[in-house]
């Protein structure tokens, strides 16, 4: 195995880099952070939290790679089932009455992902039981 002559990244003539070189706040300078305990919970099903996405709300709470804030559209189809997966054979999670607010975080595959309301079930609706209500 070859040995490099030089670091890969150079921080001049010190061996390390200053910490007034990189992002941390001031204060917070030899601060280890550390996992503490458990995550934020929340009532089964309520939480905006899936493996690759969560609401703008959680960040800092839970580590994904992507945050999103809610599109609010409200809910066009009377008795628009909530599922649990983008299916139509999706477990129901709960019949949506028209006019519900439905905050969407993400929409693929013809189903919008998100929340009802700001506290409510957490699920996948089809975008044609949607209609965007241009409230924020």
């Known amino acids: 195995m070859r040995q490099l002559s030089a670091p890969i990244?150079?921080?001049?003539?010190?061996?390390?880099?200053?910490?007034?070189?990189s992002h941390v706040r001031e204060g917070l300078a030899g601060t280890a952070f550390a996992l503490t305990g458990p995550g934020a919970t929340a009532e089964a099903g309520h939480l905006p939290v899936r493996g690759?996405?969560?609401?703008?709300?959680?960040?800092?709470r839970y580590f994904v790679p992507h945050y999103a804030v809610p599109m609010p559209h409200?809910?066009?189809?009377a008795g628009a089932v909530l599922r649990k997966t983008g299916r139509?054979?999706?477990?129901?999670?709960?019949?949506?009455?028209r006019g519900t607010l439905f905050n969407v975080l993400d929409i693929s595959g013809g189903w919008a992902w998100g929340?009802?309301?700001?506290?409510?079930?957490?699920?996948?609706?089809?975008?044609?039981?949607?209609?965007?209500?241009g409230a924020a």
């Open 74 to 77: 409200a809910v066009i189809a």
């Open 52 to 60: 690759d996405l969560a609401h703008i709300n959680l960040a800092g």
């Open 115 to 133: 929340q009802v309301g700001d506290d409510g079930f957490v699920g996948y609706l089809p975008l044609g039981a949607l209609s965007a209500t």
């Open 9 to 21: 990244f150079p921080f001049g003539e010190r061996d390390e880099l200053a910490t007034i070189d």
């Open 88 to 97: 139509e054979d999706g477990e129901a999670l709960e019949e949506l009455a």
